[in-house]
């Protein structure tokens, strides 16, 4: 936020003389980052609240409106019991003092803790609870116990992991295969291959659920990765975008050396469309992590669950504990915020070699 | 699969093609065991009544008839449109004016660009819960800040009046997908362009209204599209906040999540794949309109545009 601050300032230039042109981009300069900035705020919101949240206890969560810093009630001991410390003014003097009983009116009873025998009856109204700081981090490891966190995690880097694999040997041969050769039909097939991307996919949900329902694959992981082995339409459209940006001659060079298609692919073209396959591996991790639809069709028991269904399930049953729910939430947006930041470049790129144009 | 080029001298094209073949095999199984079989065998469940554990039995069209009676066919259809009505043109609006922000050349702009689609690489459950805690009238943030300006903000989740909107705030807070897409339309266009408009003495707004704007049809049609489709695959979000039952008052019951209950909590498959091929079809014939109108309003480089 501190940035927000600072950039407006940044962007004037250190000139003396301004055109009319000038001020009029210095001008819609200030206003886009302005705007910008707010945004920014407004989008980063939801984040503060998620964290503050998840280190809450039960009573910081009722506090309304809720603090975006977690505080809790200064207490202190009086006679065995912890009482809430104020600070009240008596005979026009601060003091601090505990509030031991409540009385009609909005009224309460007072005493300093070093003399608790005196009384004193004030408006509580007029008086200031004191709060101090209080982060609960031990709600993290708690909540990752309750909702049998390393199971969860465990199955979906399972999924995530071998579907990755899955898909990037399959879109690879097929990228390969639609970007190199000449066959007939081929064009035919690719625009068959890109119409599925506007197929719904229910229209082929329940008979698959069928399939796996026979073969007694429903309730394992199975569903979820073997299908990644046979490629998928926006995959292979990336990959063979990219491929052909690899120049020919190097295929030539190759197969002069004697090299088979399968070679070539190997040795040439793999390595050279490397920041290809580590976008798509990256849209995979993003997309296979999120998934929640098929983990919640074809995973009924609790230890086969991914994070996704997990996730909800916690949620359905102890929702009351919100902060452990957003703990747990926090956890489970973390390795696609980290991955994101590391490869901030490949999510622009990723999108601009899709050839979108049209 | 690929046959021995030893055995019968095969002409050079011929191989060729047989390696395509051979290359591409992993799709096409896939595409035969998984969309065209499932497709065809949904096409025939839908004839039928099947409940997973019986063999399917042939019942003709009473499913198409059953599914014209269901009062929560047509509800739930119409809980999409109006979603899809609200929030894919106000999410296109919105996301391509960030992109036209973030396409400008001010300081820290890729910081900007950071925090604006970041909120796009969470989607899913954890984001729903989220969501749902800071709609909650009660301890939630959102109505406590309405109340700072006077406003007494509504029950969003639990109010059957306010689900769908507050559906479609927070889709706005994920459209940084869209504002990366749009980012890439708007830095394709090319500069000389720009140059020749500023030339030409156009204004800033007559640049951006004449230039960007129809350059970048093409991604704006492309989202559309792409939009259209998640609309109606929209699924994960309502399910957790409502908790799979389409609440409060089956406010939030959308086509898809209907469907999952016909199949997965009533085992109605085969009504259920009646519903999902007048999915498709109604998926296909909106497609299609698209299709048919971005003739008039999409831009393509290169293509002479005759009135």
């Known amino acids: 936020m501190t940035e927000a601050l600072k950039t407006p300032l940044q962007t004037k230039p250190a000139r003396r003389r301004f055109t009319g042109i000038q001020t009029q981009t210095l001008i819609i300069k200030s206003i886009t980052t302005f705007i910008l900035a707010a945004g920014a705020g407004i989008i980063m919101i939801p984040f503060l609240y998620l964290l503050s949240t998840s280190v809450k206890d039960r009573d910081q969560l009722r506090q309304s409106p809720p603090p975006l810093i977690p505080v809790a009630a200064e207490t202190v001991n009086i006679n065995g019991q912890d009482e809430p410390l104020y600070e009240v003014t008596v005979d026009g003097q601060a003091r601090q003092m505990a509030l031991i009983k409540f009385r009609p009116g909005g009224k309460a009873l007072f005493v300093d803790p070093a003399n608790p025998a005196q009384t004193y009856e004030l408006v509580i109204a007029d008086q200031k609870e004191l709060r101090h700081v209080k982060i609960h981090f031990e709600n993290y490891p708690e909540a990752l116990k309750q909702m049998k966190f390393s199971k969860l995690l465990w199955n979906t880097l399972l999924v995530t992991f071998l579907g990755m694999a899955g898909m990037l040997f399959s879109c690879s041969l097929v990228a390969y295969g639609f970007s190199r050769f000449r066959a007939p039909w081929l064009n035919v097939l690719f625009l068959l291959l890109l119409s599925t991307i506007m197929l719904p996919s229910q229209v082929r949900l329940i008979p698959t659920y069928v399939l796996f329902n026979k073969l007694g694959w429903v309730d394992t992981l199975l569903p979820l990765i073997i299908p990644q082995f046979f490629a998928n339409a926006y995959d292979v459209f990336l990959l063979r975008q990219f491929f052909m940006t690899i120049p020919l001659e190097l295929d030539e060079a190759a197969k002069i050396d004697g090299a088979s298609p399968l070679q070539t692919l190997m040795y040439i073209i793999i390595p050279q469309a490397r920041p290809a396959l580590v976008s798509v591996a990256i849209f995979h991790f993003l997309y296979a992590w999120n998934d929640f639809y098929e983990p919640l069709i074809y995973l009924h028991s609790p230890d086969h669950w991914t994070l996704a269904v997990g996730l909800q399930t916690f949620n359905a049953l102890y929702a009351v504990n919100t902060n452990y729910i957003m703990a747990a939430s926090a956890v489970m947006i973390l390795p696609p915020i980290i991955l994101y930041f590391f490869a901030q470049k490949i999510f622009t790129q990723g999108v601009v070699f899709t050839g979108i144009k049209g | ?307």
Not at chain 2, 85 to 95: K, N, R, Y
Not at chain 2, 154 to 165: K, M, T, V
């Open chain 2, 1 to 307: 699969m690929v046959s021995s080029p030893g055995k019968r001298p095969v002409s050079l094209a011929h191989r060729e093609a047989l390696w395509a073949y051979a290359f591409i095999a992993p799709w096409t199984i896939g595409f035969i065991i998984f969309t065209v079989g499932p497709m065809l065998a949904s096409l025939f469940f839908s004839f039928t009544n099947y409940n997973i554990i019986d063999s399917p039995r042939w019942i003709g069209i009473t499913n198409y008839v059953n599914l014209i009676r269901d009062d929560l066919f047509w509800h739930s259809l119409k809980i999409t449109f109006k979603f899809a009505l609200i929030a894919l043109p106000l999410g296109l609006v919105f996301s391509y004016m960030i992109a036209v922000l973030l396409n400008s050349k001010i300081v820290g702009i890729n910081i900007w660009r950071t925090i604006y689609f970041l909120p796009s690489v969470i989607a899913g459950v954890a984001v729903a819960l989220l969501w749902a805690r800071i709609f909650d009238p009660k301890f939630g943030i959102l109505n406590p800040f309405l109340a700072n300006f006077g406003i007494k903000g509504p029950g969003w989740f639990s109010d059957p009046q306010w689900a769908i909107s507050a559906l479609v705030i927070m889709s706005l807070w994920g459209v940084g997908g869209n504002v990366i897409i749009y980012l890439a339309g708007l830095q394709g266009v090319p500069t000389d362009l720009y140059d020749a408009a500023k030339v030409d003495g156009a204004t800033a707004w007559q640049r951006f209204w004449y230039v960007t704007l129809p350059m970048t049809t093409p991604v704006i049609f492309y989202n559309l599209i792409l939009g259209l489709i998640g609309t109606f695959q929209y699924f994960t979000e309502v399910y957790v906040i409502s908790g799979g039952s389409g609440g409060p008052a089956r406010a939030t019951l959308f086509y898809n999540l209907y469907l999952y209950q016909n199949a997965f909590r009533y085992f109605h498959m085969g009504y259920a794949s009646t519903m999902a091929w007048v999915l498709f079809i109604i998926v296909l014939g909106l497609t299609l309109l698209i299709f048919r109108s971005s003739e008039i309003w999409v831009y393509y480089e290169g293509q002479l545009k005759v009135k």
